[in-house]
């Protein structure tokens, strides 16, 4: 099996981007990715694009091949990946796939969701509750942010958690998205203040949801064996997991279980001969607060029940045991929904290759990220290594 | 690397499938393709799922997670492949992949749309039309029809072609279609009626067109060593080739050459050590009678502008020298987006089993697909071989 190796990457800042459409984004993205990997030639072999509602907020479909059109990259091989916000992290897993199996040696992998030109109150959060299940879920009115609030009152009642614990992450993630200048939020907020914010689904209020965000992001895969031709500090992927749970958030055992979480993250620990213990930094899916919460034990960094209060009391801190979310995660950083879990791993590759400035983690050698998508029945976990 | 053996398909009716929704589609080819498949167990590693237009016509996403619960396949990996009407054969690619990087060896591959639903005049149309270039096509009022009835009148001034020759396919895949019973239209037409059908971009003509239809269509890939613990006569995915062209159509060189076929269906040749004179057996990409001309030639059976003729004379028939769309093609057995690629191996599946019926192509050893995406800016071939 061929290792794989990251050796470029590209982000664009994610906000409020009102002279890009979507394209622009993977654009944007992916030629900054192919500059930094020095692969001057582009001799792409496929090119792998995740988003997740283009047509519904773009109307566009086919936007893998109109990608590899505009930036020169024809003939390669093109196809659009998706799994709701767990877009990013299938299509890297694909990429993965396709260099292991020795049948590409030189994929571009590029996110980008374009979503803050829809203003008509709420008709984002209904395109994203698409991915609920229709007859149980989406008909009744569930949303995304029900089940966060679901969630959150579950965990609080069965861990006997106060909120503030739970809120104390949006706190942490908006310092860490200060010195990320590509956040969507770069400026700090009080705990006080994020605990009286607007109750979306109570008890989940503003500041414990992330942002609606546009934004880009891409990376540059390659055998290993290549990629010190091209880089001097290539990054491995030696863990891919992924795993899917039930559609309805109800059929599950345990509201406050991510067993698919659990499952792919073991599988990305067993790829990488790696235990939750080796984890230098990390990031994980905070569209919710109660996500870092809940995803930071089943990914095997906490006990069940005690991942909030491991929040509150710092160590999940950049400076901590395990830093979380030094990016800002998806709640400082932003959540265009595509390009999240390729930004999710570009920052790992920032962090081990020592690069990411004011927000660096001391020594970062390993990290892992959690993906996910639909409400946890589809999430991907992927494990990097400095080479 | 390890070999692909196709052990199990499962096909619908195609059609008007009034009491079946997207999801039904996928769940009914799913589990005939696993019962065809004898695997019991149900142990798969990944699922991947091709449709076009599931928000646009359907309101769904995360499809693939959906189905992988609802036919009890937790935790397996699920992903949605999309590339417009190409998106099958590249969900067969990527499930190649997974299956020859060593990482997965049971592998479900399933895909359908739902369509005729939708009986807004034109809707079906506009929708299919986000395929094409923005600014340079779409906003003009281009379509994929009126691409095809450029296409066509280009090809009969290059090569003095009359249009009967051309229409003639229509003729002979509605007459493969009538021994198909999962086909959309199971009658014969006259060529005298086809020449007079109603105008839809002159010089197309109704009869030169696929099409709307709902339908499914799913596979089971394994690993070539487990293969015959499950199926007496397995069939090899010896070949697979993908590549992409200029979005905007007017910006190739030849609108009458599809490049992106010259190069994929090389690649499939290549890494199946074969050549167009070893092919059996072929389904190719008639959305437009023009397309199966063009595509005959450029996947290397014909000279450039020799395909038409051949249509004419036979030599694309069953019982000729290389018989194309046995199965009634696009045209006869309808196109229902997402499933179409994935129907296409099927039935060179069929065909390479001797289980083809009254539309038996003799001695069938070896065959290739040619799927079409967008207007031919990314397509995927498909080489098959008796094990």
Redo the contacts between chains.
């Keep these: 099996?061929n290792k794989v190796a990251i050796i470029g990457v590209g982000h664009t800042k994610f906000g409020k981007l009102e002279d890009k459409n979507l394209l622009d984004l993977l654009c944007d993205a992916s030629l900054q990715a192919i500059e930094n990997s020095n692969t001057n030639d582009k001799d792409f072999d496929?090119v792998y694009v995740s988003c997740?509602?283009a047509?519904?907020l773009n109307?566009?479909?086919?936007i893998?091949?109109?990608l590899?059109?505009?930036i020169g990259?024809?003939?390669?091989?093109?196809?659009?990946?998706?799994?709701?916000p767990a877009s990013g992290g299938?299509a890297i897993?694909?990429a993965f796939?396709?260099i292991?199996?020795?049948?590409?040696d030189m994929v571009l992998v590029a996110g980008a969701e374009k979503m803050t030109h829809i203003t008509t109150p709420g008709s984002i959060t209904s395109a994203?509750a698409?991915?609920t299940?229709?007859n149980a879920e989406r008909i009744h009115g569930i949303s995304l942010p029900s089940l966060g609030g679901l969630l959150t009152r579950s965990y609080m009642e069965k861990y006997n958690v106060p909120k503030e614990w739970i809120t104390s992450i949006a706190v942490k993630n908006h310092k860490n998205g200060m010195n990320n200048p590509n956040a969507h939020f770069q400026k700090e907020i009080t705990l006080e203040k994020a605990l009286n914010s607007p109750i979306i689904a109570d008890p989940l209020r503003l500041y414990d949801t992330c942002p609606v965000s546009d934004g880009g992001a891409a990376m540059v895969l390659c055998s290993a064996e290549m990629a010190k031709r091209f880089c001097d500090t290539p990054i491995l992927i030696t863990g891919?997991g992924?795993?899917?749970?039930?559609?309805?958030v109800y059929e599950r055992e345990d509201l406050t279980v991510l067993?698919?979480l659990q499952?792919?993250s073991k599988q990305a620990y067993n790829m990488a001969k790696k235990t939750p213990i080796d984890i230098d930094v990390a990031e994980l899916h905070d569209a919710f607060t109660i996500l870092e919460v809940v995803e930071s034990e089943d990914i095997g960094f906490f006990k069940k029940g005690e991942g909030a209060k491991a929040a509150f009391d710092g160590i999940t801190q950049i400076g901590g045991k395990i830093p979380i979310n030094p990016s800002g995660g998806l709640k400082a950083r932003g959540h265009p929904l595509g390009a999240t879990g390729i930004a999710q791993v570009i920052e790992l590759v920032w962090q081990l290759q020592n690069e990411a400035g004011k927000r660096q983690v001391q020594n970062a050698q390993t990290g892992i990220t959690c993906n996910f998508?639909?409400f946890g029945?589809?999430i991907v976990s992927i494990l990097v290594e400095r080479m």
């Design positions: 099996m496929a997740m509602l047509e519904t109307h566009m479909t086919g893998a091949s109109a590899v059109d505009r990259l024809i003939p390669a091989a093109a196809d659009h990946i998706k799994n709701g299938s897993k694909n796939y396709a292991t199996s020795g049948l590409c994203i698409t991915i299940h229709h891919v992924q795993a899917t749970d039930t559609h309805i067993k698919a499952i792919c998508g639909g029945n589809n």
